[in-house]
């Protein structure tokens, strides 16, 4: 059995993934090769050379390490992306990898080391280049050539990262708030606090989110100088700025309600954001996500005695992206429902303001169609339970939450409403 579990989730940009998973290989210290290594490839509906290039990998690999290969039908997002590869981990240190990484001699044992060092320490990144924080180094070029000759030159990138590793070697950086690009964690830490929350659905402040729930459980996030990684940068995300953006701004709005941080965003607000995990204790019922199906309650059982003649429709979006498309298939989906159906939108309040929603569902609901607002803040154990008492769900196709609900309502065998 492995000792160090590696997961990396790719959407299309398999010459991304070639360099990443070769440079990966390519660095392994034996040392932690004897203890087992096994690399998650989670392969999130990509359309290119994707499913076939990872295949040939784990023949290619399979005499260094176990790759366990997930091929998901549809792009579920970053967030569903993570917590599948999560449920296949068999290591006791987990590492979580962009597959716009390229890795050189050295860069992971820092990493590895400081949980043995601090048990304190529940999550670790190294530095970055194209980081977002503190862990990010800066590399200067005298102009855009010389950028992609150093980015061609093996020897010369693994020169910088051994001097930027011996310069920072003795750096631990206690940091609030660990980006998700390259993290590395415990694995009865993830037991404790849970996977990615899925509200953030194709990505960007779920680590965040994660690093104040790590923290609120007693343990320390930090920076390893040690140990340094290049990162592209955004390599998926780039390619869809437009939804990018949107899910930024989403994501940050509700990061900001979420844990109550007040900011010229969130007026509402009550802490800061350095001092949030110190205002909030930690609930693990509240708090932590489950990221495989054995860890949500069983679903209810619905007799058909308890059934009524209304057909409860659910409908799930990320209610603060507009771009995703949530109004126009809801405006659709208004004007075909009868009188035998009622439309339940799950607004829950630690993320959404219910008003906000109502003022653009009002805009379009020109039918006085049935719709009933549900507020109710879900424990994410009960979310399967939740799930189970509505007969059909509706997609929406561009929305990353609305995709993870119905992969989800796909499992129960609960009728998903067509396009």
């Not at 862990?135 to 693994?158: D, G, Q, V």
């Not at 009868?338 to 309040?349: R, V």
């Not at 424990?379 to 929406?396: H, Q, Y």
Request: proline share 2%.
């Amino acid at each position: 059995m492995a000792y160090y579990s590696f997961v990396m989730v790719c959407y299309n940009n398999w010459n991304f993934t070639v360099k990443a998973v070769k440079s990966f290989f390519d660095y392994l210290n034996p040392i932690h090769q004897n203890k087992g290594i096994e690399l998650i490839i989670v392969n999130n509906g990509s359309n290119d050379e994707t499913e076939a290039g990872i295949e040939e990998f784990r023949i290619k690999f399979k005499e260094v390490s176990e790759i366990k290969t997930v091929h998901l039908e549809k792009n579920l997002g970053y967030i569903a992306g993570v917590n599948i590869g999560l449920s296949y981990c068999s290591g006791e240190i987990i590492t979580l990898l962009n597959n716009d990484l390229i890795f050189c001699p050295g860069w992971f044992d820092s990493l590895a080391n400081i949980f043995d060092a601090d048990l304190t320490v529940g999550a670790a990144t190294p530095l970055l280049t194209n980081g977002s924080g503190a862990e990010n180094i800066e590399l200067e070029y005298k102009n855009p050539e010389m950028k992609l000759a150093f980015f061609k030159s093996k020897e010369t990138m693994n020169y910088y990262a051994e001097k930027i590793m011996e310069k920072n070697h003795k750096a631990i950086i206690n940091s609030n708030r660990l980006v998700g690009t390259c993290i590395a964690f415990r694995k009865d830490i993830l037991l404790l606090v849970g996977g990615m929350d899925f509200w953030f659905g194709i990505g960007m402040f779920d680590d965040d989110d994660f690093s104040i729930r790590i923290n609120l459980a007693g343990y320390k996030t930090v920076i390893v100088g040690g140990s340094f990684v290049y990162h592209i940068g955004s390599a998926t995300f780039s390619k869809y700025t437009q939804i990018n953006n949107a899910a930024v701004i989403s994501n940050k709005k509700k990061f900001l309600r979420k844990w109550k941080i007040k900011c010229t965003e969130n007026a509402e607000g009550l802490y800061s954001r350095d001092d949030v995990h110190l205002r909030t204790n930690y609930i693990r019922k509240k708090h932590f996500i489950p990221f495989e199906f054995s860890q949500f309650k069983k679903p209810l059982e619905i007799s058909s005695a308890k059934k009524t003649d209304i057909k409860r429709i659910l409908f799930v979006a990320d209610w603060t992206n507009l771009k995703s498309g949530w109004v126009k298939e809801l405006e659709r989906n208004l004007l075909h429902t009868d009188a035998k159906e009622e439309i339940n939108l799950w607004i829950p309040s630690e993320y959404f303001s219910k008003n906000e929603v109502e003022n653009e569902v009002n805009k379009i609901n020109s039918t006085d169609s049935k719709v009933n607002y549900i507020e109710k803040d879900i424990n994410p154990e009960d979310l399967l339970e939740f799930l189970s008492s509505f007969d059909t769900v509706i997609p929406v196709t561009d929305d990353f939450v609305n995709r993870y609900i119905i992969y989800l309502a796909k499992q129960l065998n609960i009728e998903v409403a067509r396009l």
